[in-house]
T-cell receptor, first 113, second 109 residues
Framework: ETGVTQSPTHLIKTRGQQVTLRCSSQ?????VSWYQQALGQGPQFIFQ???????GRGNFPPRFSGLQFPNYSSELNVNALELDDSALYLC????????????FGPGTRLLVL | GQNIDQPTEMTATEGAIVQINCTYQ??????LFWYQQHAGEAPTFLSY??LDGLEEKGRFSSFLSRSKGYSYLLLKELQMKDSASYLC??????????WGAGTKLIIKP
């Protein structure tokens, strides 16, 4: 186990709704990255937070937003859900300016109907 | 642009050796990672290469050639539990990971 936890594990929403996914980083890690992984694809980078500031963003629309808290836990918020948002959402924590390896949580599987 | 290529699927026999190749073109380079992902689970870290050469870790080895934009993951003494997808990812100049689509490895008895 990596020490990275995510909640919930599974979620079903309908189109147009909003969702908040949560991630608790591995102890000592100050950076969290969020990814979307569609079935049969590699993870797609959504954004990264370092010490509570956004530190890079992938090609995702503004309805994907995030937060990192002082204890380095994190949230991913998605507004106005679309059917194509159905995917596995992964968070990964790491220690920037040191060991750069990212350690993944178990993921949240989101289904949008 | 940024691009990572790896075979979609490979098949190998239990007890054998398999090599999974990865070629990449990225803006900036801060290392190459290999992750293993079983169906429905999160990726787990296997290896990290930032310098040219071979890194060996038990049954798994990873090789990097930066001049060729090429890496491979070598799996020896294959076991049925090695059936999984193997993801190649590079870390760019912003220390963000760019992922390949993964290679699904099927192990047959």
């Amino acid at each position: 186990e990596t020490g990275v936890t995510q909640s919930p594990t599974h979620l079903i929403k309908t189109r147009g709704q909003q969702v908040t996914l949560r991630c608790s980083s591995q102890s000592g890690h100050n950076t969290v990255s969020w990814y979307q992984q569609a079935l049969g694809q590699g993870p797609q980078f959504i954004f990264q937070y370092y010490r509570e500031e956004e530190n890079g963003r992938g090609n995702f629309p503004p309805r994907f937003s995030g937060l990192q808290f002082p204890n380095y836990s994190s949230e991913l918020n998605v507004n106005a859900l679309e059917l194509d948002d159905s995917a596995l959402y992964l968070c990964a924590s790491s220690w920037t300016s040191g060991e750069e390896t990212q350690y993944f949580g178990p993921g949240t599987r989101l289904l949008v109907l | 642009g940024q691009n990572i290529d790896q075979p979609t699927e490979m098949t190998a026999t239990e007890g054998a050796i398999v090599q999974i190749n990865c070629t990449y073109q990225t803006s900036g380079f801060n290392g190459l990672f290999w992750y293993q992902q079983h169906a429905g689970e999160a990726p787990t870290f296997l290896s990290y290469n930032v310098l040219d050469g071979l890194e060996e870790k038990g049954r798994f080895s990873s090789f990097l050639s930066r001049s060729k934009g090429y890496s491979y993951l070598l799996l020896k003494e294959l076991q049925m539990k090695d059936s999984a997808s193997y993801l190649c990812a590079t870390m760019d100049s912003n220390y963000q990971l760019i992922w390949g689509a993964g290679t699904k490895l099927i192990i047959k008895p």
